[in-house]
């Protein structure tokens, strides 16, 4: 059995074990479980990905509960080890929790928490920029630069798409993909600040028009091959499951405008990306925008060497306050079920919980099998 080995402990004499598979951001978290007399240990093994065993040798005889990482393999052999070391609580630290066996969790009593909300604007804020860039072929023209192949001003250089007045497609309308599609109307209406402050989009589309300019306007469509047809620009974000597996394959691909963007800060697998990668070869002027990968942290062949993508490594909740923030709930989910807390009423109301000035309410976050669980709501 591979033994992790090097550990990091706080508070040696702390009553309840609570082990982090990975470092975290900040040191907060890490304080707020001491506080309430836990003994935490850190794995500071230079390994990316723990494998299953390691993490079976990081659990222990003992261990009260656990905050693991969205590459692990949260699956029946780890809540089993889990629960005969006596543990009641596990939390990823991020929102999706598609590397996690609930059903498992279930079987043995085990909370799972994650960590929504702290991250929606920063990922958001990501799927933006890889939009951006990609209309406007950003890291082509950087690469451009920097091999000093720029030798003066051409009316054909790097011309990409205008985005105005085009049409935006956000699959998977939930916290991210509405905070992305709010964003898109916060860079429009930043032109005029008395705007900016009405969040309502009819007053801003009767502005425009006033002002002579087409409003802005959305819809519902009422399926997926309307947004393929119909939106200039697709941004992803659902989760990641049976029904979003491949999502976008080669046939929805070539429903999509041939000079679309198509940007993923979701999870890889909701894109086939074989077909992607075919699909970019034959369509130079269509774009892609890849936070996330189908073989994460690998890339299909090919993909790597094609202009028309932008690939970056997984970074969309990569701000140091998400990313601290994500830490926070994390740990108070595990700490909230050793502790009897009951759970928080909105998971998506988290901001009591990143006050670094005041306690955080003596309540769970965010458990997802909550329900299944019977566990309490809090009532704060
Ligand atoms: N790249 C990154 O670093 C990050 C990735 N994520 C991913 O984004 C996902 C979404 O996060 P949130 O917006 O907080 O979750 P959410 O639960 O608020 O939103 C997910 C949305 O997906 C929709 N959905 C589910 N199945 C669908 C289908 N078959 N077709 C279309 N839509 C479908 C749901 O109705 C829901 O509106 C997470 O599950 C995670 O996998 C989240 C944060 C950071
Ligand atoms: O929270 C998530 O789901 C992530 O992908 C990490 O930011």
Known sequence: MAKPV??????PNGKYRVVSTKPMPGTRWINLLIEQDCRVEICTQKKTILSVED?????????DGVIGQLTEDWGETLFAALSRAGGKAFSNMAVGYNNVDVNA???YGIAVGNTPGVLTETTAELAASLSLA???RIVEADEFMRAGLYDGWLPNLFVGNL?????VGVIGAGRIGSAYARMMQVILLSKSPDVVFSSILGTYGQFLKANGEQPVTWKRASSMDEVLREADVISLHPVLDKTTYHLINKERLATMKKEAILVNCSR?????????VEHLKQNPMFRVGLDVFEDEPYMKPGLSEMKNAIVVPHIASAS????EGMATLAALNVLGKIKGYPIWGNPNQVEPFLNENAQPPAASPSIV???????PVSRL
């Open 6 to 11: 090097s550990i990091e402990v706080w508070n």
């Open 55 to 63: 993490i079976i040798a990081l659990i222990g005889d003992k261990c």
């Open 105 to 107: 969790a279930n079987k």
């Open 134 to 136: 990609a209309a406007r």
């Open 163 to 167: 985005l105005k007045g085009q049409t």
């Open 268 to 276: 890889g697998p909701v894109i086939d990306e074989v077909a992607l």
């Open 320 to 323: 140091k306050w998400t990313r």
């Open 369 to 375: 099998n909550s329900k299944a669980l019977g566990l």
